[in-house]
């Protein structure tokens, strides 16, 4: 259970938030000329990463409002919480060493790596 | 059109084990959006509720007629003490806000409200919620949304320091027998 500082409401319990996947996508400023596998990128890919991610939250049983978290996806430990349409802050995380060195990038599948 | 408005329960209260549980007869809630930041928007509402419209998070203020709830930085709850002023609210502020920036929805038959009372009250509600409640709800001017098992709340703290505890819990009317069947079950184990 993660405790999240919500920017309005203050500390309350993770049970009270969904999480909305990865943040600042931004959205392609012309659909109309990006190729299926361009739009496809846009719409489904992620980066998955294993450490520091940025996220967007929402606030679903409380006052409802989106914002953005700084997660360390390994560890889950949360780094900063900003509000939307705020500069992602400039943070360092702690990428934990796996036993079997999976990469950063991908839940330990090894052709999702980036390099 | 005549709308139907009632409560949910015919037996609108219950006692057990020194908690007791009430439906509040039906009350006539407003449910208001607008960005705090426009000054016409503040200042047109205050005049209208003659109440200053709360800008903390998980506050309520309340004059004789209304409480005014906050729900999320653009968004308040309308709650009326008072039916003879619920239309004519209503009305003045349809007139007196901009309906391009503004949203004034009648919601009178969406939520129930249920008041429970009684020593073990804050005890009975730390087994179904995960919100701190000391820390959240530490005074009388304090409320909070948050989740009931699954159904989503809003929870109004009554009481001041060392009052019998009370609670209004604000819940969709269809969850609310499913809410108080949990609530009397809870008061099992706190025997008088």
Redesign the interface.
Known sequence: MLIINCP??????Q??FSCGGEAHIERPKNPPDLNDDQWADYLFLRQNIKGLQYERWNHS?????WFNVARNTATDEILAVYKMGEKPPALESNNPITPCGEPAIGSGNFSTSKK | MTLKRSTVFEDVKIEKNGISIQELPFVEKINLRGDTKDRDFMSNAGAVLDILIPTE??TKIQNKDLQVIW???N?WLLSFLNENHFFRILEELNNKLNPEKTSITDISENKTVLRIEGNHTTELLRKFI???ID??LNSNLRV????FIKI?VLIIRNHNYQEKQSFDIHVNRSHSKYLRDLLLDGCNQFIN
Do not use: H, K
């Open positions: 309005y409401c203050g500390e309350r319990e049970e009270e049983f409380g006052c409802r409002q | 998070p998980n729900l999320s930085p968004e995960v919100l701190d820390n959240v909070a949304q948050t989740i989503p």
